[in-house]
């Protein structure tokens, strides 16, 4: 299980792309990269994993380079409703699924 | 639809009582864990379980114990509840197959202030 870094904090404007960068420099070869959102009062969900380039779904984009040391979530024009925390997660399967949040990232989007 | 239940939304305990907190899914999940979220500290994991009677502690296991008779319910069990275990509790499952790699699903969560 790999440790994470990412800003604890970002603010954007309804419109915007946003991207967050999460660092994972002792990325394991079987660790697969997870985000998780979190609403206020509410579990994290997940929205997005992949292993490495690029992987898209109907809520956001996640890059992740060659060298996979970090990756990048991508929310294509945000709205308020997309304040939330954002949670980046490396880890590999394992008949646990143990997973490890760190603090994350509040997204805060401005009218 | 998935769904992660928690016996509680808000509890109110005074310090020394013991606490009992549920959770259960109807997913046929063989992970299931508890996890506490507190301001600037993010989700910590108190205990997991990979099958019916077994657990394992995870990071903060001090002044908790868990149950697992049934696969579907996991329990979590404050013996003598302090002030310091105010705090959000969420239960969470996943499955050990499937397409995404240990994707947990979690419960509302069940605000507990001890005082």
């Known amino acids: 299980l790999a440790k994470t870094t990412q800003p604890i904090s970002m603010d954007s404007y309804e419109g915007q792309e946003v991207n967050i960068t999460c660092s994972h420099n002792?990325?394991?070869?079987?660790?697969?990269i997870t985000w998780y959102q979190q609403f206020p009062s509410q579990g994290p969900r997940f929205i997005i994993q992949?292993?490495?380039t690029k992987v898209t779904n109907e809520v956001a984009s996640l890059f992740i380079p060659a060298d996979r040391k970090s990756s990048t979530l991508s929310l294509p024009r945000v709205s308020l409703s997309d304040t939330a925390v954002y949670y980046c997660?490396?880890?590999?399967?394992?008949?646990?699924?143990?997973?490890?949040f760190g603090q994350g990232t509040t997204l805060q989007v401005k009218p | 639809d998935v769904k992660v239940t928690q016996s509680s939304r808000y509890l109110v305990k005074r310090t020394g009582e013991k606490v009992f907190l549920e959770c259960v899914q109807d997913?046929?999940?063989?992970?299931m864990f508890w996890y506490r979220q507190d301001p600037g500290l993010g989700l910590r994991l108190i205990y997991f379980?990979?099958?019916?009677?077994?657990?394992e502690k995870g990071d903060i296991p001090e002044g908790y114990s868990v149950s697992r008779e049934k696969k579907e319910r996991f329990s979590l069990i404050l013996e003598s509840a302090s002030t310091n275990q105010t705090s959000m509790y969420l239960c969470?499952?996943?499955?050990?197959?499937?397409?995404?790699?240990?994707?947990?699903?979690f419960g509302p969560g069940t605000r507990l202030t001890v005082l």
């Open positions: 969470a499952s996943s499955s050990l197959a499937g397409g995404t790699y240990n994707e947990q699903f």
């Open positions: 002792n990325i394991a070869t079987n660790d697969y």
């Open positions: 992949g292993y490495k």
């Open positions: 997660l490396a880890g590999g399967s394992s008949n646990t699924g143990k997973l490890i």
């Open positions: 997913m046929d999940h063989e992970n």
């Open positions: 379980s990979y099958d019916v009677k077994m657990k």
